[in-house]
């Protein structure tokens, strides 16, 4: 025998979202300007009350111990008092426990549902780092389609029907829907809800964008499918919402008490979520409504830009997204990887380059998506216009090289 | 079929550690004072240079937005020239990658090392949550047992020896060891390391007790065997360095560029460890000598104060520690965490109470431990002979009920 790393992690699956990050170091090394369009990571101000918060805590600090597993009392009481009741989400503090991000939320909550050789029905295209976690707990993600073709339209409730086996045990969705950007309504919520309650699925719900939504609607959430309560495991955090992605702050959200009993075991392995971080979103809640409506404003300016700009583009076309802030755009090259990877390596304008991040990964079905990209419209729409007109001008270049 | 939660999170053990936490809260409820001996969560003060870090950045900060997962650069830098490079622990930046505290290191080491169905040996008795672990991955620990009776002494590699099979991938060891407090000498390390490379193993060697050391000897750690390279995998943290337990920042450190790889993968899933933790260990890299010199003596004033103590309780025996800050203690009593369940809710000296933990989870023996608990001497001197005091109190009460 030699030394050798586990198969488990030899076969574990890079994050396709930041395997190119290294193409990406080397061109700002050479002094490129690279725009990012490739991760969730917006440029908004965090609110102030938020970094307030953690000065505040500095100034009085003797040393910084653990919290309790579940997180600091004050956090998950103003979470649940002054952020869940305003959104119209009823719950108690046992309820709710705080996570390290909504990674940690999702890993735990798809551990909590399903065990190795269990499946899990998710939307495709869906966030990559599901496959990831179903990867490394064994369990196997069953893919409802959905197609840029007509707008990622969520398909009737009997396309979930024909994936359920006795190895079905959740329904995971993200809405508003990263990367397609689509969001569910209030409708299509009661049907996701009832097929659950009658196959006695989980529903674990990630919310993390429920701030961005572009539609009159309200944002509806699964907490409040009526009759859905045991079943629904919600996955929320305070990285897009407040613009602190850095803060590592999430929470797990349910009334089933044996989900939140599992959810402590897993809290309670690795101690406690970041105290500085949990001091910010402590600060968080006080984040005025005012701040929430300019940036859904800045983000609609933003989403109108990139979609007007991407379909303008020959060979293009791009979905128009009602939420989060990602949409995926078909471009007229054969291997969407291979030239996001060019734009690093090759193509320069003004010393400039855009990256975005290749769609094949969102995808279960093989082959699907290869053609596609998802853009994160993140960046103020100067910068924003500058970023996609590199963009045009690359794929011209790549596609007449 | 009903909605049931996972078999493998039922079954998943609650952290012995903390699920006494509840009866501890609840006599506080009472107004309760509770000597906190059961946590590794010292009361001493964060080096003042660590949060003015964080203030500073939080001055000029718009938005936290994510770093790259292995860490802030300035972190990782600063790590190997101001901090591996001062010890003597000579690696290059790409050998470290900035973890969610050693809790995701060791968590991420024993998947690197093992797949399911593997085995890595241990010392017994070891930290709880490499068990936790453990049980999560399908991985079986292998129990090298030590005995309060010969005062935790590390037994000859003959014992490591007979527990070596074709599924055996690694040794994990503690240096200084949570919860023995014992600290392995060069010899011993060399021994292991030796035994490693024969065998094909990884060895991974969790220090985050480094500055806790108090024999004469420096510390030796497993980085710095020689032709043992490509097996160690060092599991670190400031948590206990600093006091920085709340920040939730480690490192992983290898040689090793496929170990390395892997540990990449992993940190990608989660995007990136916590950014104002991050901040704090940059300004903790500035900490002077005499921080640690000073917290050095303190715990030796603090050892020398709870071992004797807890020796002149009639039937009590522990054993001295030369590292870390737990002594395992054996109390006159069938069953030590009824007696530490019992101190919570039902005796109390002047509306006080101590909390310790019960030792039977550290070993994978069956049986062995119950009679034993562990003491964490994070107090000064005067809370810890008041903590003390009220526990032989406590013992002789219960053993008289």
Redesign the interface.
């Known amino acids: ?10 076969q ?4 396709a ?3 190119l ?1 290294p193409f990406a170091d080397a061109a700002k090394e050479q002094g490129v300007k690279v725009y990012h369009l490739n ?1 969730g ?6 609110p102030q009350c938020a ?1 307030d918060e ?2 505040r805590r ?2 009085s ?9 579940a997180g600091l009392m004050k956090l998950r009481k103003g979470l649940v008092e002054k952020y869940y009741k305003k959104i119209g989400i009823d719950i108690e503090v046992p309820e709710l426990l705080v996570e ?2 909504g ?2 939320a999702f ?1 735990s909550a798809m ?6 050789g ?1 499946e899990i029905i998710v939307i495709e295209p869906y966030y990559t ?1 599901y496959q ?2 179903a990867f ?1 707990n064994g369990i196997t993600l069953k893919a409802v389609p959905t197609s840029i073709d007509n707008d990622f339209r969520i398909p009737d409730i009997s396309e979930f029907e024909k994936l359920v086996t ?1 190895k079905t ?1 959740a329904v995971l969705i993200s809405n508003p829907c990263n990367p397609s950007g689509k969001l569910f309504s209030k409708e299509e919520m009661l049907a996701i809800g009832d097929f659950c309650r009658r196959h ?3 529903l674990i719900s990630d919310e993390v964008y429920r701030e961005f939504c572009y539609t009159e609607e309200p944002h509806f959430s699964a907490m409040n499918i009526p009759g859905c309560e ?2 629904v495991i919600l996955v929320d955090s305070v990285s897009k919402r407040y ?6 702050i999430g929470c797990i959200v349910s009334h ?1 008490k ?2 939140m009993a ?1 959810a402590l ?2 809290a ?10 949990q ?2 979103a402590i600060g968080a809640l006080d984040t005025p409504q005012s701040y929430f409506d300019d940036v859904r404003e800045e983000y609609i300016r933003r989403r109108d830009c990139a979609v007007k700009m991407l379909n303008s583009i020959p060979g293009v076309r791009a979905s128009m997204p009602y939420g989060a802030f990602y949409t995926i755009a078909e471009l007229p090259v054969d291997d969407a990887e291979d030239f996001v990877k060019w734009m690093l390596t090759d193509f320069r304008v003004d010393s400039q380059t855009t990256m975005v991040t290749p769609a094949a990964s969102f995808y279960k079905t093989p082959g699907v998506g290869k053609r596609q990209v998802r853009i994160a419209y993140v960046l103020e729409v100067p910068e924003l216009e500058k970023a996609l007109d590199i963009l045009a001008k690359g794929l011209s270049a790549y596609c007449s090289r």
């Open positions: 025998m030699s030394l050798q790393i586990s198969n488990n992690t030899k574990m699956p890079a994050s979202i930041r395997k990050v991760v990571a917006p440029d908004i101000k965090s970094i953690v000065v500095c100034a600090m003797h040393h910084l111990s653990y919290t309790n597993s390290v991000a990674s940690e890993a551990q909590i549902a399903a065990d190795r269990d780092n990831t976690f490394l006795d045990k006695d699925l989980f045991q079943n613009n602190l992605c850095g803060a590592r089933n044996d989900v599992a075991k897993f309670q392995s690795r101690l406690c979520p970041p105290v500085f971080g001091y910010s």
